[in-house]
């Protein structure tokens, strides 16, 4: 093979990739994709809160966040059709959505229920980032925290939830989000 030859297989190459989407047909199949790959997903998605930049779905098993500017507000229980295309990248070690082609977000059933996994804090990980748990454990209104033992989550208000008043034993229920620069996962409260 001459250099001529390599350069025009490698243009190829090139051309290939940029020009159509990786089909995934579930979320932890995403997540496994190099960082810039442009996806379709040919699942339906499941929205769990939408707020500002961020708006998370399911697939029915594992979670992912979509991230940039939205012209529409999506609510708990909106079902994307399959098509949902945007780009794969990386954020505090969690795998994210990005370039989301708003134009792919088509709603098409409202007001889906949406079943939390069941976890104990201590089985918590980043490698359950984006899920949609149910976790119990002692309620502490001082720190914003939920403990079991020596570990934690701090839960966060950002979609307006009704958040425990008293301290206690609770039931939270949202989606788990790691902060990288705390190094603690924090529990989206819905």
């Not at 579930?26 to 929205?47: G, H, N, P, R, W």
């Not at 098509?83 to 505090?92: I, M, Q, R």
């Amino acid at each position: 093979m001459n250099i001529r030859h390599f350069i025009i297989g490698l243009a190829m190459v090139i051309i290939a990739q940029a020009v159509g989407a990786v089909n995934v047909s579930s979320i932890a199949e995403y997540e496994k994709l190099a960082d810039e790959t442009e996806v379709t997903f040919t699942c339906k998605l499941t929205v769990l809160g939408h707020k500002g930049r961020k708006l998370f779905v399911t697939d029915g098993k594992r979670g992912a966040m979509l991230y940039g500017v939205f012209s529409k507000t999506y609510s708990f229980g909106d079902v994307f059709r399959e098509g949902l295309s945007a780009t794969k990248a990386t954020l505090d070690m969690a795998p994210e959505l990005i370039k989301v082609n708003e134009t792919t977000l088509k709603v098409v059933a409202t007001g889906t229920d949406v079943t939390p996994e069941k976890m104990n804090i201590e089985d918590i990980g980043v490698h359950d980032v984006y899920k949609y748990v149910s976790v119990t454990g002692y309620f502490n209104g001082e720190t914003g925290t939920l403990k079991s033992g020596k570990n934690k989550l701090l839960l966060m208000n950002i979609f307006g939830a009704q958040m425990p008043t008293t301290n206690g034993r609770e039931s939270i229920k949202g989606v788990l989000v790691y902060h990288m620069k705390r190094e603690v996962m924090q529990v989206f409260v819905l």
